[in-house]
């Protein structure tokens, strides 16, 4: 089994509400990562959980707050968006070191 | 730091016709490299990697690539293209991560569209 699933599909948000996204995976990996990927780009690197440790932030603003509750879930709560946020978020999922990463189907989420 | 560079932002091909996407990559050491495919609004699918060894991978759905060290490439090709290859391709080279995991470093990706 590869998959990594995400809920929920679809997301529509205020600038004021509070939501999470959560992302599974059941392959027995120990690395996770949350993207951001806008339209007609590549996705960009958020996030890198190791072991359930938070390993990278890359420079993320504070209202993307991940949080790692055990090796086979990824949420990230989101508070206070603005309208720029709006993109596909994608959760992946790899074994430790420089192997490749699955990657689930994304959340597309839109800030209003 | 490493890079990648996927020099055709547009390809276009007959279906039938044979395909190679062009992805040229900086990297110090000897690189992962990876070939990702993302149809719309869908996440990304891994077609192939390479790491070490043969230097012809093959990948799913007829895709194969070759590691060119000397002219640091990796190009992905398919001799025959179905109208369901459409899709934008993305060339990755991956570096691990000292606290863990790993890091990918996209190119910005290749939109193939497949003529009927």
């Known amino acids: 089994d590869t998959e990594v699933t995400q809920t929920p599909k679809h997301l529509v948000m205020g600038m004021t509400n509070k939501k999470s996204l959560k992302c599974e995976q059941h392959m027995g990996h120990r690395a996770m990562y949350w993207y951001k990927q806008k339209a007609k780009k590549p996705p960009e690197l958020m996030f890198v959980?190791?072991?359930?440790?938070?390993?990278i932030n890359e420079s993320v603003p504070s209202r993307f707050s991940p949080e790692c509750p055990n090796s086979s879930l990824l949420n990230l709560h989101l508070h206070a968006l603005q309208p720029e946020d709006s993109a596909l978020y994608l959760c992946?999922?790899?074994?430790?070191?420089?192997?490749?990463?699955?990657f689930g189907p994304g959340t597309r989420l839109t800030v209003t | 730091a490493q890079s990648v560079t996927q020099p055709d932002i547009h390809i276009t091909v007959s279906e039938g016709a044979s395909l190679e996407l062009r992805c040229n990559y900086s990297?110090?050491?000897?690189?992962?490299l990876f070939w990702y495919v993302q149809s719309p609004g869908q996440g990304l699918q891994l077609l192939l990697k390479y790491f070490s060894g043969d230097t012809l991978v093959q990948g799913i759905k007829g895709f194969e690539a070759e590691f060119k060290r000397s002219q640091s490439s990796f190009n992905l090709r398919k001799p025959s293209v179905h109208w369901s290859d459409a899709a934008e391709y993305f060339c990755?080279?991956?570096?691990?991560?000292?606290?863990?995991?790993?890091?990918?470093?996209f190119g910005t990706g290749t939109q193939l569209k497949v003529e009927l």
């Open positions: 992946a999922s790899s074994q430790e070191g420089g192997t490749e990463q699955y």
């Open positions: 990297y110090g050491a000897t690189p992962y």
């Open positions: 990755a080279v991956g570096e691990g991560l000292t606290g863990g995991g790993n890091k990918l470093t």
């Open positions: 959980y190791s072991y359930e440790k938070l390993s």
